[in-house]
């Protein structure tokens, strides 16, 4: 089992050093690979970056306890994130051309600046790009965290590892790709990763059914005497509007993903000549795939595992693949896992430099030295934030999905269907997005709703108002 999860890292590692010599040594190559990247790629490395050690450890952690009515997480997110793309993503990838763009930052600000046709420029809307920035580093960094967390829970099971070896490995293993090809090498890694990941996957759904196939019920039988409700459709204790608005939240959820730097970026570095829709064909087949098997080995888990006093039901996974799978297979389960954070974090770490390279000062840094320290920096916090963090993977990653596409997404939304904004109207849609986003998480208020569907519509009113009511247009102008 170690061998076989050494061997795939070893394989990652390799792929990811060798795309220093098709790099060009640029700051620009480094944090955008050139904006020439072919659409299978962009697509294959997009998603792995969405499906992160969420996916692995939270969903299906998520779907052991809930039972089918999780698969509407998936139709809402899924569903969301189609409608999101298809507003934004082909405006994306044409501002993303500009020469002066290489970060998330850089990409609003200049869209924001083009649409006023000559009415605003660079410098006036400083004070937004570095409020991009700073938002882009926190968010990110405790994204990042709560991905080297959950590589943790796979190796602690399967290996017997403390939660700090695992981190540190993939921080090791991240840090040295990134520094040698920047985004080109995270992408690269992320192809690979995302075949392992669904392979992973796969194996682990088949092992599962060949382990019940010996009881005289099918497998289905046997999930709808799991527990109470446990195949129910909705959630057994929601009423119909409710559970609408479950489905709702979850798939603002999904729209969440146009506010995500670390995905957006991604979708910058398409070729020109090629499509957004050549893109998203290899992008939406893996998804649905795999999220989809990522439901059904949750639901299998459930059989296979039993409930007990104090099971973590985020380590169901690495349990199954412990006590289903030959050591080999074992070993391509902890690797898949590992990819999946591992695709993440290197992308959020890279996400967070070109913030804190290009968006924080007046001139951005043209150093590549400096900007790979700062990814060596950037990745170090997140280690000891990840060290030092006891809440769940799955709270972690939707608090930080959450907060960044309440903060974002409007604005890009806006912005892509073609209304203009001043600096202070996008200032004020991120803060009330994000405050929204807070106050509905800490009072719990309306609890089945992902409040990310709050943040989001909060964000959209005030774009809106300000843009609709002149007296206050007048004073976001001011």
């Not at 080297?148 to 790709?177: H, N, R």
């Not at 409930?307 to 391509?332: C, H, N, Q, R």
């Not at 999946?340 to 924080?360: E, N, P």
Request: hydrophobic letters at 55%; glycine letters at 8%.
């Amino acid at each position: 089992m170690l061998t076989t999860f050494l061997g795939f890292l070893l394989l990652f590692f390799l792929i990811g050093v060798s795309s220093y010599f098709f790099s060009r040594k640029t700051t620009s190559d480094y944090l955008v690979a050139g904006k020439s990247v072919s659409p299978a790629l962009v697509g294959l490395s997009a998603i792995a970056t969405n499906n992160s050690g969420f996916m692995f450890i939270g969903m299906i952690g998520a779907t052991y306890t809930m039972g089918l009515s999780s698969i509407w997480l998936m139709i809402g997110w899924i569903f969301g994130d189609f409608i999101a793309q298809k507003l934004a993503v082909k405006q994306i990838q044409r501002h993303a051309q500009a020469d002066t763009v290489h970060s998330f930052g850089g990409l609003i600000v200049h869209w924001l600046v083009r649409d006023s046709e000559g009415k605003t420029s660079m410098t006036q809307v400083f004070r937004l790009r570095q409020l991009i920035g700073v938002l882009t580093l926190v968010f990110l960094v405790v994204y990042a965290a709560a991905q080297l967390k959950a590589g943790t829970k796979a190796t602690q099971v399967l290996l017997g590892w403390s939660p700090e070896t695992g981190i540190y490995l993939a921080a090791m293993i991240i840090f040295v790709y990134s520094l040698m090809g920047g985004l080109r090498a995270s992408i690269w890694t992320d192809v690979a990763q995302s075949i392992v990941m669904l392979f992973g996957m796969a194996s682990l759904a088949i092992f599962g059914i060949l382990s019940l196939m010996s009881s005289e019920q099918s497998v289905w039988e046997q999930l709808a005497n799991a527990a109470p409700h446990y195949m129910n459709w909705l959630p057994s204790d929601m009423t119909s509007t409710a559970a609408i608005l479950f489905v709702i939240g979850w798939i603002f959820g999904g729209m969440g993903v146009i506010g995500q730097p670390q995905i957006v970026i991604r979708f910058m570095t398409l070729h020109p000549e090629r499509t957004p829709g050549e893109m998203q064909a290899y992008y939406y087949a893996w998804f649905v795939t795999f999220y989809s098997l990522t439901v059904f080995v949750g639901l299998l888990s459930r059989l296979l595992i039993p409930v007990t006093a104090g099971f973590d039901a985020e380590t169901a996974l690495p349990t199954l693949a412990t006590e289903l799978m030959p050591k080999i297979f074992a070993g391509l389960i902890l690797a898949a896992l590992f990819a999946a954070t591992m695709s993440t974090v290197d992308s959020l770490v890279l996400s967070c430099s070109a913030a804190l390279t290009r968006d924080l000062t007046r001139k951005p840094s043209q150093s590549l030295y400096f900007t790979k320290f700062a990814t060596f920096t950037i990745l170090v916090v997140a280690v000891l934030i990840a060290i030092s963090n006891n809440q769940t993977v799955f709270k972690m990653v939707l608090d930080a999905w959450g907060l960044l596409g309440s903060a974002f997404g409007p604005l890009i939304i806006w912005l892509s269907i073609g209304k203009r904004v001043t600096q202070n109207q996008a200032i004020l849609m991120i803060l009330s997005g994000i405050a929204a986003f807070v106050l509905f998480s800490y009072f719990d208020w309306m609890a089945e709703v992902y409040p990310v569907a709050f943040g989001m519509l909060t964000g959209l009113i005030v774009a809106f108002l300000t843009s609709a009511v002149p007296s206050l247009q007048k004073q976001a102008s001011n």
